[in-house]
């Protein structure tokens, strides 16, 4: 049967699955939240001694009041843009799944895609919307509510929407590697280290050498974090970020190139544990 591929409904559910999965066992998610929580809080008194010891308000383009708020807003979208298909395609492997996932009538690529969005529509809710109105509190008492104007807010969702997308192309080519190793969690470690590092998720990339600063920003990692915060807090001006938005289109269409050639290079060498 052909794959349905436009039929978006049918997806739908993956979705509502992953939701109503997170409802059950809030508790956990909320343990891991805090843990994010906790990780800001010492982000942002490393800062404040930065900025303290340095004598001056402004630091590569961030005030204090931004900077804070960069560093919530890049945790929350870190959390937010769908990393769970990896996870995803690893646990089928394990588990020996993987081959009946594979004979049913559906796009796998789409149901991993709408299961992980769940992940993302979750996080968004019960992490993002918080930290939206604590940054806006904490610029409201510093008087620098002017940086969330409308127009950066209208690239900011663009921006974000690309960020999502990228990122779930990305982590589909790692999830292929599952096919062929089996096991993925010495890869992840890595990726995850790299991810931060690269994709300003630790540090804004404007603190990097100009030279690593401006290879970042044509890399696909600086698009995923770097990228919508940046436009949010009103750090880029308009050229930039239309030079952005570019960038994360044409990583964009490259990831989609990339999946539907790895896919049809490793589905033949699946490997699946016990079957």
């Known amino acids: 049967m052909k794959t349905k591929w436009y039929s978006l409904k049918l997806y739908l559910p993956f979705t509502k699955n992953i939701f109503q999965q997170y409802l059950a066992y809030r508790s956990n998610f ?14 942002i008194f490393l800062w404040k001694a930065i900025f303290v010891g340095s004598g001056k308000e402004i630091l590569n383009g961030f005030s204090f009041p931004v900077m804070v708020s960069y ?3 890049s945790t929350c979208i870190s959390e937010c843009i769908g990393g769970s298909v990896v996870n995803l395609v690893h646990s089928e492997v394990k588990k020996g799944t993987i081959a009946m996932q594979l004979i049913k009538p559906i796009s796998y690529r789409l149901r991993l895609y709408f299961s992980s969005l769940g992940d993302s529509l979750y996080v968004f809710i019960f992490l993002m919307i ?3 109105i604590g940054m806006i509190i904490i610029n409201a008492i510093y008087g620098s509510l002017s940086v969330f104007n409308p127009l950066n807010i209208l690239f900011f969702v663009i921006s974000f929407c690309f960020s999502i997308m990228i990122n779930l192309s990305l982590s589909f080519v790692l999830g292929m590697i599952t096919f062929i ?4 969690w010495g890869i992840l470690q890595i990726y995850q280290a790299v991810f931060r590092l690269l994709s300003g998720a630790l540090i804004p990339l404007s603190f990097f050498p100009p030279i690593f600063e401006k290879i970042l920003t044509y890399l696909p990692f600086s698009s995923l974090i770097s990228a919508p915060a940046n436009i949010l807090l009103g750090v880029m001006n308009l050229n930039e970020i239309c030079k952005v938005l570019i960038i994360q289109f ?23 544990n016990g079957g």
């Open 30 to 43: 909320f343990m891991y939240l805090l843990g994010a929580f906790m990780r800001v809080f010492c982000l």
């Open 71 to 73: 560093l919530i807003l």
């Open 130 to 132: 918080p930290g939206f």
């Open 181 to 184: 190793t089996t096991n993925m």
């Open 250 to 272: 044409v990583w964009l269409i490259l990831f989609f190139l990339l999946t539907n050639l790895i896919w049809k290079k490793v589905v033949h060498r699946l490997v699946v």
